[in-house]
């Protein structure tokens, strides 16, 4: 691997790393807000009622179970409309009821990265996450990787997509506006170079 593209991964990585903690969250609704997906973890707390203190983990099918309401949708909500939502609920039962959601960790925002890097494999988002920075956390291409060829695979609309990745443009500085901003659920593909 050349200088510099190692030394282009090294300062995406700690530009990721030195991110403050407020841009942590993943941001994937239509106005930036995060929206919960299937396999977040939640803390569901309702206030003053200890049986009401609750981590939960949205199921595959994205919804979740809360003691007193029985199951209810979440995946697509934001928190502080699910946490509404719960307290409407509630309110029949705990009049006053005060409801807070938090994101614990948000396991349903992933991508994975595979084929030729270094550490494949699953990447939580922790924030807005490019191919660049998942090439950067993922330790980089191997010396066998086909640079030209790198792809995101991404499901739209119930149908799978391949999105090229202009990798050589990007290192060199150029086109960096097609440096694609990943979403949770996609894949980063990086082929084996052909022997000629």
């Known amino acids: 691997m050349k200088a510099p593209v190692q030394l282009w991964l090294a300062l995406s990585l700690l530009f990721a790393l030195a ?45 979740l179970t809360f003691p007193l309401i029985g199951t209810i949708r979440a995946e697509g909500y934001t928190p502080a409309h699910l946490q509404e939502n719960i307290r409407e609920k509630l309110v029949p039962i705990i009049p006053d009821a005060s409801v807070s959601v938090t994101v614990k960790a948000p396991l349903g925002h992933t991508v994975s990265v595979m084929g030729q890097v270094i550490k494949a494999g699953d990447l939580t988002m922790g924030q807005r996450l490019s191919v660049m920075q998942a090439l950067s956390q993922a330790g980089g291409l191997t010396p066998y990787a086909d640079e030209d060829d790198i792809i995101v695979i991404r499901m739209e609309n119930g149908e799978k997509k391949s999105l090229p990745f202009p990798y050589h443009d990007i290192t060199k500085g150029r086109n960096l506006n097609k440096d694609i901003d990943l979403k949770p659920g996609d894949v980063v593909f990086v082929p084996t170079a052909g022997l000629f």
């Open 19 to 63: 991110s403050p903690a407020s841009a942590q969250t993943p941001q994937d609704g239509a106005n930036g807000e995060f929206t919960i997906r299937a396999g977040d973890v939640l803390q569901v707390t309702v206030w003053k009622e200890e049986g009401l203190d609750n981590e939960i983990i949205v199921l595959p099918d994205g919804t």
